[in-house]
């Protein structure tokens, strides 16, 4: 897989985890989904003031690593919505 379809990829976990927490009702599959996803982010960055400029996909480091971080987080996600009866 190409750097352009692991960027695709990692959006596509962005986005679902963030859905299923931003649809929900209830606060902790909210919470989790936002903490989680601001972990990641920030772990790769190492800042807490975000910068955010336009990069093309083959400048991301390691974005593997990333994809597999943000499908770890959105499989929880998955199973925290289904255990609260959110799908």
């Known amino acids: 897989m190409n750097n352009l379809e692991l960027a ?10 963030a859905g299923r927490g931003a649809s929900s009702w ?7 989904a936002l903490q989680e996803l601001s972990q990641v982010l920030y772990e790769r960055t190492g ?3 975000r910068v955010f400029e336009p990069v093309a996909p083959d400048e991301i ?3 593997p690593a990333l994809l597999e971080e943000l499908d770890f987080v959105d499989s ?3 199973s925290m919505a289904s255990m609260t009866g959110f799908n």
């Open 8 to 17: 695709r990829k990692c959006l596509e976990r962005i986005r679902d985890t």
């Open 26 to 32: 209830d606060p902790n599959v909210i919470g989790y």
């Open 47 to 49: 800042v807490q003031e």
């Open 61 to 63: 480091y390691d974005l």
């Open 76 to 78: 929880l996600s998955q």
